[in-house]
């Protein structure tokens, strides 16, 4: 099993460009989430779907949107990114919001 | 504002010593759960512990949870220098509309060979 699969790795926009996170799990879980990690802080939520057709708010949600595609994916998108959108994104998944989350290796973005 | 808050930020020990991280919350939980990040990595689940749960054994890993003090705390034992990583802390609260983990800030954890 990949587990939950982000990409890309690594992205460097100029202020204004837009892109799109992309994540899939394989685990067949219901819940997906995004967060943000700035340097030596916690993770902080930006969006988050509880189920297929669901989205929800964060604690960070200005500037982002989300689409939860079908169960296994689920896409971050900046439409016009600024320089305090400079982060390290982590997206993770979950059976139920009760339970462990699995999380992605990140990406790493970079807003000049 | 963070929900959980890890206590020290940073701890420096040596191998074969005991780690001791604290985690404290502001408000009622469903559950703990304590996840490691080494560097440049995602974050791995370590351990949960349910509000109704006082403490919880996995491996070398000790969790205690005292909801009447908001605070939870995390052992390592005989610790290794591959536990060198950083340690969050996550709470699953009750409020509505706060259903997603919340993390706090983390310690950083570095075990000197």
């Known amino acids: 099993n990949a587990g939950v699969t982000q990409t890309p790795k690594f992205q460097v926009l100029k202020t204004g460009q837009s892109m799109t996170l992309q994540c899939a799990q394989d685990m067949n879980h219901n819940s997906m989430y995004w967060y943000r990690q700035d340097p030596g802080m916690g993770l902080r939520l930006i969006y988050y779907s509880a189920s297929e057709g669901t989205t929800d708010k964060g604690e960070v949600p200005n500037g982002y949107n989300v689409s939860r595609l079908n169960k296994r994916e689920f896409s971050l998108r900046l439409e016009s990114a600024a320089p305090s959108q400079t982060s390290v994104y982590f997206c993770?998944?979950?059976?139920?919001?009760?339970?462990?989350?699995?999380f992605g290796s990140g990406t790493q973005l970079s807003v000049l | 504002s963070q929900q959980g808050e890890e206590d020290p930020q940073a701890l420096s020990i040596q191998e074969g010593e005991n780690a001791t991280m604290n985690c404290s919350y502001k408000t009622s939980i469903n559950n703990l759960q304590w996840y490691r990040q080494n560097s440049g990595r995602g974050l791995v689940h370590l351990i949960l512990?349910?509000?109704?749960?006082r403490e919880k054994h996995s491996g070398r890993l000790r969790v205690t949870l005292d909801t009447s003090k908001k605070s939870s705390s995390l052992l390592i034992t005989a610790s290794r220098a591959a536990d060198t990583a950083s340690y969050f802390c996550?709470?699953?609260?009750?409020?509505?509309?706060?259903?997603?983990?919340?993390f706090g800030s983390g310690t950083r954890l570095q075990v000197q060979p």
């Open positions: 993770a998944s979950g059976a139920g919001f009760n339970e462990k989350l699995f």
């Open positions: 512990i349910r509000s109704n749960e």
């Open positions: 996550a709470t699953r609260r009750v409020d509505t509309g706060r259903r997603a983990l919340t």
